[in-house]
Structures are given as structure tokens and as C-alpha cells.
């Protein structure tokens, strides 16, 4: 079974940067895409990236340009480098497999 584990979050200032990083572990799977999301208090959780196996990426709009999507296959671990942070961007953090598997959310908060 996979579980998922984020970890690097926390208070930054805006436009500032952050790391977070998405340990894998569990049954390698071939093929599989692995994603960012965020949930802001009071609002719907919301797409931020994903990675094909390959490294193929693709971003929301809301963060193209300050945010890069990485993967590193050998180490089961995902990551992601956010620069030029706003205070919207403050929210809980998931990462997620396949669309089906969720890890447990690291927090991020940007002050103003």
C-alpha cells in the first residue's frame, strides 16, 4: 500500500521561497502521475501541479513561473520549489498519486 508523507513547510515572508518534499513509500508503481494541491481555509482544495513519471509538468495558472514541479524516481521523492511567495498562497499543501492517493498536508503561510 502507498503512503504518502509531505514535509518543508511552514511561515515564510512574502517572497520568500519553500521547498516541500512528498516521500513515497510502498509498491513501485510504473506509469504513475504524481501532483500538488492546496487547500486554503474556507475554500476548495485546488491544483497546483503534477509530474508524469517522466517529468513531464504542468501548472496552474496562479503559480506558473514561481513554482517548479521535481521528481526524483530513484529516491521515490517528490518536491516542490516555490519562489516569489504571496500571502494567497497560504493554504495546506497535499500530494497526491494517481489522483487517488492522498498524503496527510504540510502547512504553508506566507505573511504580508
Known amino acids: 500500500q502507498v503512503q504518502l508523507v509531505e514535509s518543508g513547510g511552514g511561515l515564510v515572508q512574502a517572497g520568500g521561497s519553500l521547498t516541500l518534499s512528498c516521500a513515497r513509500s510502498g509498491n513501485i508503481s510504473s506509469g504513475n502521475i504524481m501532483g500538488w494541491y492546496r487547500q486554503a481555509p474556507g475554500k476548495q482544495r485546488e491544483w497546483v501541479a503534477i509530474?508524469?513519471?517522466?517529468?513531464?509538468?504542468n501548472y496552474a495558472d496562479s503559480v506558473k513561473g514561481r513554482f517548479t514541479i521535481s521528481r526524483d524516481n530513484a529516491k521515490n521523492t517528490m518536491y516542490l520549489q516555490m519562489n516569489s511567495l504571496k500571502p494567497e498562497d497560504t493554504a495546506v499543501y497535499y500530494c497526491n498519486e494517481n489522483f487517488l492517493i492522498w498524503g496527510g498536508g504540510t502547512q504553508v503561510t506566507v505573511s504580508s
Open positions: 509530474i508524469t513519471m517522466r517529468g513531464r509538468t
